[in-house]
């Protein structure tokens, strides 16, 4: 696709052309007084000097007659260029090739004038006695004209695109999570009141940004406080307590302790915009610690080492065989493989999965799926996932094995990269 500043200076020039064209035909077909005028003159001449079969001391003194005056060289030449009369010093025949007009052109470095007449004679002057070619001359005017307005136009309209460019640059940062970015104001036109009105509207989102992050990890922080009361209540109280009652609060405590722990990671995310920790990984075994804290999981695959964060991996590893456990069916199967330049962690179960047109829905932060036979979950494990994976220069995606089963597929990158993309 052309840039933008391309597009409006093809355009400029193509007007320039379509101008130049029609200017030239318009001239070419209509004629020119000046050339009309250079004509008439040349017939005037021949009307004044005798014929051409004339002696040639008669050619002479008319000549000398008509040349009066003038201060400079005449010459007449026959149709065979040869002299026939001269007032001064004698001048060369012009070029052949020239039209029979009236004609500029130079010799021995001063610009000399011919005129054709009608019954083959030249007259040359080393003084100007008519109007040059004024249609080449024409012509070589429109071509210098489009050429240089269409040089001086290109970084006029290189100028006014520029802007667009930068604020272009600075959407597409303030859209990659930078939310620092701003665009630099210069000028007065429109594109700097735009370029303003961007910065303001990106300081604002900032702002509210940084309060929700700053809400959420402050609130997250504060709810440890209330459930380490709780559960030291519990212990207090375990002879007085049902045992099944116990067992469902120490359900509800897990979970609420894992949705601070998952709250509290997901704003560190959104603060930290690169990676804290990066090692050499061997993503196999670091996927046979977290499988083995679960039963019928079945791994699979190949040692594949990566450049990563180890404790965020083992969070997505984690997250993945979590919601295996509490949404699918036994066995959980696990394989570690190689795309290119990737490493690839499939996850799947025996069960039915997510519906196609939830492939994108289940990274939703907090999303639970309509008619699901288990409603645990605190929503944000998924969305983690996508995450951590783009943060290692991957991404993850939920997708169809077969017409019963689903698999969530993600991918790593082997270097280290940060790649954030809008979810």
Same mark, same amino acid.
């Given at each position: 696709?052309?840039?933008?500043?391309?597009? =409006?200076?093809?355009?400029?020039?193509? *007007?320039?052309?379509?101008?130049?064209?029609?200017?030239?035909?318009?001239?070419?077909?209509? #004629?020119?007084?000046?050339?009309?005028?250079?004509?008439?003159?040349?017939?005037?001449?021949?009307?004044?000097?005798?014929?051409?079969?004339?002696?040639?001391?008669?050619?002479?003194?008319?000549?000398?007659?008509?040349?009066?005056?003038?201060?400079?060289?005449?010459?007449?030449?026959?149709?065979?260029? *040869?002299?026939?009369?001269?007032?001064?010093?004698?001048?060369?025949?012009?070029?052949?090739?020239?039209?029979?007009?009236?004609?500029?052109?130079?010799?021995? #470095?001063?610009?000399?004038?011919?005129?054709?007449?009608?019954?083959?004679?030249?007259?040359?002057?080393?003084?100007?006695? @008519?109007?040059?070619?004024?249609?080449?001359? +024409?012509?070589?005017?429109?071509?210098?004209?489009?050429?240089?307005?269409?040089?001086?136009? +290109?970084?006029?309209?290189?100028?006014?695109?520029?802007?667009?460019?930068?604020?272009?640059?600075?959407?597409?940062?303030?859209?990659?999570?930078?939310?620092?970015?701003?665009?630099?104001?210069?000028?007065?036109?429109?594109? &700097?009141? $735009?370029?303003?009105?961007?910065?303001?509207?990106?300081?604002?989102?900032?702002?509210?940004? @940084? &309060?929700?992050?700053?809400? =959420?990890?402050?609130?997250?922080?504060?709810?440890?406080?209330?459930?380490? %009361?709780?559960?030291?209540?519990?212990?207090?109280?375990?002879?007085?307590?049902?045992? /099944?009652?116990?067992?469902?609060?120490?359900?509800?405590?897990?979970?609420?302790?894992?949705?601070?722990?998952?709250?509290?990671?997901?704003?560190?995310?959104?603060?930290? *915009?690169?990676?804290?920790?990066?090692?050499?990984?061997? $993503?196999?075994? =670091? &996927?046979?610690?977290?499988?083995?804290?679960?039963?019928?999981?079945?791994?699979? @695959?190949?040692?594949?080492?990566?450049? @990563?964060?180890?404790?965020?991996?083992?969070?997505?590893?984690?997250?993945?065989?979590?919601?295996? /456990?509490?949404?699918?069916?036994?066995?959980?199967?696990?394989?570690?493989?190689?795309?290119?330049?990737?490493?690839?962690?499939?996850?799947?179960?025996?069960?039915?999965?997510?519906?196609?047109?939830?492939?994108?829905?289940?990274?939703?932060?907090?999303?639970? %799926?309509?008619?699901?036979?288990? &409603?645990?979950?605190?929503?944000?494990? =998924?969305?983690?996932?996508?995450?951590?994976?783009?943060?290692?220069?991957?991404?993850?995606?939920?997708?169809?094995?077969?017409?019963?089963?689903?698999?969530?597929?993600? /991918?790593?990158?082997?270097?280290?990269?940060?790649?954030?993309?809008?979810?």
């Amino acid at each position: 696709m052309l840039r933008l500043y391309l597009r =409006l200076y093809l355009a400029l020039l193509a *007007s320039l052309i379509a101008f130049g064209c029609a200017a030239a035909m318009i001239w070419h077909f209509a #004629g020119g007084p000046m050339e009309q005028a250079g004509l008439s003159l040349g017939r005037l001449v021949q009307n004044v000097l005798p014929a051409a079969q004339a002696p040639p001391a008669e050619q002479q003194e008319a000549l000398r007659r008509l040349a009066a005056g003038l201060a400079g060289d005449v010459t007449l030449l026959a149709k065979n260029g *040869s002299v026939i009369a001269a007032v001064g010093e004698p001048l060369p025949a012009p070029n052949p090739w020239r039209h029979r007009t009236v004609i500029f052109e130079h010799w021995q #470095g001063d610009p000399v004038t011919a005129i054709y007449l009608a019954d083959g004679r030249v007259l040359i002057a080393s003084v100007p006695i @008519g109007f040059g070619n004024i249609r080449q001359v +024409f012509h070589w005017v429109l071509v210098a004209l489009v050429v240089a307005i269409g040089v001086a136009a +290109f970084p006029i309209v290189r100028r006014l695109t520029r802007g667009l460019e930068r604020l272009q640059s600075g959407v597409e940062l303030l859209g990659a999570g930078d939310l620092r970015s701003r665009v630099a104001v210069e000028g007065r036109d429109e594109i &700097a009141r $735009l370029a303003e009105s961007f910065n303001r509207a990106a300081s604002r989102i900032e702002q509210l940004v @940084g &309060a929700h992050r700053t809400l =959420l990890a402050n609130a997250s922080h504060e709810l440890r406080t209330p459930l380490t %009361r709780i559960r030291l209540a519990l212990d207090l109280i375990k002879t007085s307590v049902d045992a /099944k009652a116990r067992a469902g609060l120490e359900q509800d405590i897990a979970e609420l302790d894992g949705l601070v722990d998952e709250i509290l990671l997901a704003s560190r995310l959104d603060a930290v *915009s690169a990676l804290e920790f990066v090692d050499d990984i061997d $993503l196999l075994a =670091l &996927a046979a610690e977290e499988c083995a804290r679960y039963d019928d999981v079945q791994l699979e @695959g190949v040692p594949i080492r990566i450049c @990563g964060d180890p404790r965020l991996l083992r969070r997505l590893l984690r997250n993945l065989l979590e919601n295996a /456990k509490r949404h699918g069916m036994a066995p959980t199967q696990v394989r570690i493989g190689a795309d290119s330049d990737a490493a690839v962690v499939s996850v799947w179960d025996a069960g039915p999965g997510p519906a196609p047109a939830e492939f994108e829905q289940v990274f939703v932060p907090f999303y639970r %799926r309509p008619g699901s036979r288990n &409603a645990t979950g605190v929503g944000l494990g =998924l969305s983690l996932v996508r995450q951590i994976a783009r943060r290692h220069g991957g991404d993850a995606h939920c997708v169809a094995l077969n017409e019963q089963h689903t698999a969530f597929i993600v /991918k790593l990158a082997r270097k280290p990269g940060n790649r954030e993309a809008a979810a």
